[in-house]
């Protein structure tokens, strides 16, 4: 009786993963590769403009868009030219302010990726990625 | 009544022929830039394995650093081609993963969008950590080390580090096993906020050594206005204002992290 049940349910089990696997076969390119930020690291807009002067904004996108508007008191710093860009931003960076890193919108990675190299090589804390993007906070700001 | 049914079968089987198809080659490439690239491309090759021509309505890459080509607007039936995505490796590290996407005008949604994603591993080549030191207004001069390890695919044997800051001082000691280093850097004091870096040079590749940074800095007591005065609301301007003290890296050689 008991076998008979482990068998069923394990028939169960092969016979729901079929599905799964075809879909992840035939849906393979559009899987997302990229891993999704814990939420313990992002930040609304609303949030991150109430700690005010307690903190940072740090603009990931490339030079020509933070060129052609950016948050007001951001700091550029982008992975094409981060070598050049940390040291600038670096000055005005103190351990009790929290750092904010948008890049365009909900779906890019760059503030992502740069919230990371500030996290790990910079070793700062308080470093959150906003909710988004810029394209939330323009909204916002409508 | 014959001629109804065959009108319709004909039809239903013309809607079903006259398909437009573009198949991918490789829908995903891997790619193994080294040291000294500067870019890393990729061919995504297709054909149009259809019946009718294919246009395609819109190719866009994920990121700023990614630009596209398109070698034609129209691609028909049996026809070859390929979009060429540059991807630009800036002062990136690691594992890289861009994404192109395609839009034709396939009626069927389920062809017309195409994810092309292109990975690219970019050799890491000294790891450093931390690579920021700082000591808080008035603190302690105490020392602080900053770990260096060349990976396994960058064969460095010596380092030299430069400063142009007289404010502190750094000591190189060799570390346990071959291309490991310890810097030990201290302030001379810490009184008022200021910053430099540490210019990190290795002797690999020979001919086109590599240069990386170490920032130090001594910042602002809490509460205190910002070292810099960050870009105008709006500016047009790139870069917030002057950067501390940066020794220049010769000519030569080449920058990453």
Redesign the interface.
Known sequence: MKLRAVREGLLLVVLACLPAIGEGIYFR??IS??SSIPASELVTVDRARAWGDGAIWVDA??????????V?????L???????????????????KKVVVYCSAE????AR?VAKRLRD????KNVFVLQGGWEEWLKKSR | MKTRILTFTLSIFLCVAARAELKWEQ??IDLHPSVSDKTAVAHFKYQNTGTTPVHFKSVKA????TTTQTQKEMVNPGEKGEIVATF?I???TGQQ?KTVTVQTDDPNPAQAT????L?ATIPQSLD?????V?W?SGEELKPKKISIKATKDFPAKNITVKSNSQNFESKVEPGSASGEWTIEVTPKDTSH?F?T?LLVQTDYPKEAPKSF?V?L?V????G?P???K?????A??????T??A?PKASPSAG???
Do not use: M
């Not at chain 1, 996108?61 to 950016?70: G, L, S, Y």
């Not at chain 2, 994920?62 to 650093?65: F, H, K, L, P, Y």
């Not at chain 2, 047009?236 to 204002?241: F, G, I, L, R």
């Open positions: 390119d559009k590769w990229q996108r490339p030079d020509e868009e933070f060129a052609r508007d950016h007001p008191g951001a700091f550029s982008n992975e094409d030219h981060w070598n050049e860009l940390l040291p600038q931003f670096l000055p005005n960076w103190s351990p009790e779906s890019c990675n760059a990726d090589e910079a070793q700062l | 829908s995903t994920s990121c700023g650093c630009t800036g002062d990136r993963i195409s994810i092309l994603t990975k450093i950590k931390p690579a920021f700082y808080q906020p910053g870096a940074y920032n800095q910042t602002n007591p809490p205190a910002p070292a810099l960050p870009n105008a609301p709006n047009p301007a790139v870069k917030a204002a950067p501390p940066i920058v990453e992290r």
